[in-house]
């Protein structure tokens, strides 16, 4: 396909997916979209962190060739004010694989989210935090190394798919009238409304893709979050469809908590997932509590919001917290945290979101080793206390350094592995 702006490079080979499964050469194509605020200084100290680890990692046996794609400030500026182009949607469907850093969203007016519009456009079902703690990092909790966990969220329905109808508007008195009038539902007047959908079809894929993560990586537990309690036809059928795929699905190889308990007197038979349930609250409390007995973590959107950035919290913050939003076959891994305007281009912040963001990537075709070698050269450099800004304030007698040294840092971690 041909680009307007978009240069795909003439060296590599494009990521296929045959039967389901990703096939990737030594010399893959992978996008990248710089972001705003923030974004070019941490996109350009994790593109020079990447590749010197996999030139550490494979020598000169495997390379990545970079397509930089356009969203956000940048896209408008070479789209004539198109935050939003269509020919990166088409270049991130063919590229397959391709990470972000964060993109401008203006609060309470202007252009939607650019981040919910991306994975809606582009059916970026589950967005996936896995939430990991690193030594030597600074946390609130009294044993964070506790924490290794990965937040399966799903990302097209819920409070997020923006039905909402502002109050005073035509529509909103239309549907205040229907809700009165023909289904007898009582709330305050001039009452903003919104509609929640939550439907068995983007629960039951959600939850088969947690489910199919925990057998790759050989985990023992998911567990369905929800508030089924109160949202009964909602979070509590999300509760419901998610034991059904289990066992329609995954019958073979899950069993439910209830069962491991009533027929196994509380352990779980040898090579068998555990499907359980938490009430979305009491679930903010356990990952605090007892972290340690969850494993994967499937919910709707809007728990899985809160709970992927209070967890986050627990192990250092947003500036370290990977993510990525992924269909069955496109994959777009991202900084999890903002643009954080007050800080763009002053080479200040800690590149650790997209930075892990990236180590997940490569985990994603196939590449493991290149993210155990950025894992590992982490650790050694905060070991040292050679930390950005926001450690810095937290760890004594620290030494702050700029974004890019921190990467220079990092870099020659790798190198010495």
């Known amino acids: ?33 710089e972001g705003d605020g923030i974004g070019p200084d941490i996109t350009t100290a994790c593109l020079r962190i990447w590749d010197a680890a996999v030139a550490k990692v494979y020598g ?56 919910v519009s991306l ?7 589950a967005c996936v935090r ?16 506790e924490i290794n966990a990965v937040i399966f969220r799903e990302n097209t329905e819920d409070v997020y798919a ?48 947690s489910i199919e993560y925990a057998l790759e990586n050989k985990l023992g537990s998911v567990t369905l979050v929800h508030k089924g309690n109160i949202m009964k036809y909602t979070e509590g059928a999300f509760r419901a469809w998610g034991y059904e795929v289990a066992a329609e699905k995954f019958g073979d190889v899950t069993i439910t908590e209830a069962e491991v308990w009533e027929k196994h007197n509380g352990k779980a038979p040898a ?22 007995e969850f494993e994967v973590l499937a919910t709707m959107n809007l728990n899985g919001d809160y709970l992927s950035d209070a967890l986050a919290a627990s192990i250092g913050g947003m500036g370290i917290a990977p993510g990525a939003n992924m269909s069955d076959e496109v994959a777009v891994f991202e900084a999890t945290h903002g643009t954080a305007p007050k800080y763009a281009n002053q080479n200040k912040v800690n590149p650790g979101s997209l930075m892990f963001s990236g180590a997940m990537m490569f985990d994603h075709i196939g590449w493991f080793e290149v993210g155990k070698a ?3 050269a982490f650790e050694t ?34 190198n010495r592995q």
């Open 1 to 33: 396909m041909s680009y307007q702006h978009i240069k795909i490079p003439e060296s590599g080979d494009k990521i296929r997916i045959v039967d389901g499964k990703l096939q990737v050469s030594a010399q893959p194509i992978l996008g990248f979209i």
């Open 130 to 145: 896995p939430v990991k703690y690193y030594q030597g990092v600074p946390s609130p909790m009294k044993k964070p190394e």
């Open 374 to 376: 950025i894992e590992k």
């Open 119 to 125: 994975r809606q456009t582009l059916d970026l079902y």
């Open 271 to 292: 090579g068998k997932i555990i499907i359980k349930d938490r009430i979305a609250d009491i679930m903010f409390q356990l990952m605090q509590l007892r972290p340690a």
């Open 162 to 209: 923006g039905l909402e109808y502002k109050a005073g508007t035509p529509e909103n008195k239309k549907l205040a009238k229907f809700l009165r009038e023909e289904l007898h539902a009582e709330f305050f007047e001039d009452a903003g409304l919104g509609i929640k959908p939550i439907s068995e079809f983007a629960s039951k894929r959600l939850v088969r893709k």
């Open 60 to 115: 000169d046996q495997r390379k990545v060739h970079w397509a930089e794609l356009f969203l956000g400030e940048k896209a408008a500026g070479i789209y004539a004010g198109n935050y939003f182009p269509d020919e990166t949607l088409a270049a991130i469907k063919e590229l397959v694989v391709s990470i972000k850093g964060p993109l401008t969203t203006p609060v309470g007016g202007g252009f939607r989210s650019l981040n």
């Open 381 to 414: 450099v905060v070991a040292k206390k050679v930390v950005t800004y926001d450690f810095a304030r937290q760890i004594d007698g620290a030494t702050e350094v700029s974004t890019s040294v921190f990467a220079d840092h990092l870099i020659e971690a790798i």
